[in-house]
């Protein structure tokens, strides 16, 4: 393939670009995530295709995690190709980001908060990425068994060797959350941005009080899962209601068929009558009912950005209309 060279309008008003809490740092309201579509057994060159297009289009975030694959580790390995082949001269126009926090490696150190853990993860993660950081590091979970103290003062000391340039924490509770937030602001690390599932099905992070803690404490949002996993796509509006109460109609070739991350019993009639609603009130707007997810958490208070998946420039490019999509 032909040398890269991003494309001169990409930040010609194509994307817009959110301040995330109280900070220097503006993120893209549309932030591409590394969670599926970017693994080793994935193809590489479409992988390469959807970065180039995003980034051609101003998406200058991209998201990944340590297990991120399958297998682990393999989102990361091919940003590091990516990194040398494409986007070693973009660097410093890029924000990307890992975490440590979930299953990575056997052992008792492999996994959750510990600081060995964390500091061990971050070292292979700038490895695979070619890196010699990242602009921002997650704790990836809470981890209930680890003391809090030890968890953020990993994070505070990932920065101060350099290797991060900010840190994150990603689906706390809200005690924990705030807890990390009042021991990084005292150590002049301060949490730059909370990552939670938020979309028109799970609202639990501003249900919960998550998304008032951030305003409060001037700490950014960013959004994983928008689409709950395709649910709010075109993906299930065929499917049907048997009179026993069973759905028929499940793509053969989707995700629920897949059955890993999203199962077959989470699709109940009254779910699915639910989304069949949104998509009739998607058509009144004049959008798909995509477009109006990624619009409706767009216009959420406190959200700073929302990660978006995509297993072609195709679908990426229809996810890019939610950017000037009007309000609710």
């Known amino acids: 393939m032909e040398n890269y060279l991003a494309d001169p ?25 590394f969670w599926h579509n970017f693994g080793g057994v994935d193809p590489f060159e479409r992988s390469r295709a959807i970065t180039r297009y995003a980034f051609d289009h101003g998406i200058t975030h991209f998201d990944l995690a340590n297990n991120y694959g399958p297998p682990y580790g393999s989102a990361e390995e091919t940003l590091g190709r990516l990194i040398i082949d494409d986007f070693r001269p973009y660097r410093d126009e890029l924000f990307i980001s890992t975490k440590a926090g979930y299953d990575m ?19 292979q993660s700038l490895r695979r990425m070619n890196l010699d950081y990242v602009d921002l590091f997650y704790s990836h979970r809470y981890d209930p068994e680890t003391p809090l103290e030890e968890t953020l003062q990993a994070l505070v000391d990932i920065v101060r060797s350099g290797k991060a340039l900010y840190v994150g924490i990603s689906r706390w509770p809200l005690e924990a959350t705030r807890t990390a937030f009042d021991y990084l602001k005292a150590h002049d690390v301060p949490c730059l941005i909370y990552q939670g599932r938020l979309n028109m099905l799970d609202r639990a992070p501003q249900e919960e009080g998550i998304l008032d803690l951030c305003q409060q404490y001037g700490v950014g949002f960013i959004s994983f899962s928008p689409l709950a996993q395709g649910l709010l796509t075109d993906r299930y509006l065929g499917c049907e209601v048997t009179a026993d109460g069973h759905i028929t109609g499940i793509p053969g070739d989707s995700r629920m068929s897949k059955g890993k991350f999203l199962k077959e019993s989470m699709l109940t009639p009254e779910l699915l009558e639910r989304i069949k609603g949104y998509n009739r009130q998607a058509q009144e707007r004049g959008e798909t009912l995509a477009e109006m997810a990624l619009a409706w958490i767009l216009h959420q208070q406190g959200v700073t950005s929302v990660l978006v998946g995509a297993s072609s420039t195709e679908q990426l490019q229809k996810n890019l209309k939610a950017v000037d999509a009007k309000p609710f």
């Open 105 to 123: 490696w056997p052992g008792p150190y492999g996994n959750w908060g510990s600081r060995k853990y964390l500091m061990a993860s971050l070292d």
């Open 9 to 33: 309008t990409r930040y010609d008003g194509v994307m817009k670009y959110n301040r995330c809490g109280r900070t220097g740092v503006l993120l893209p309201r549309l932030s591409l995530g």
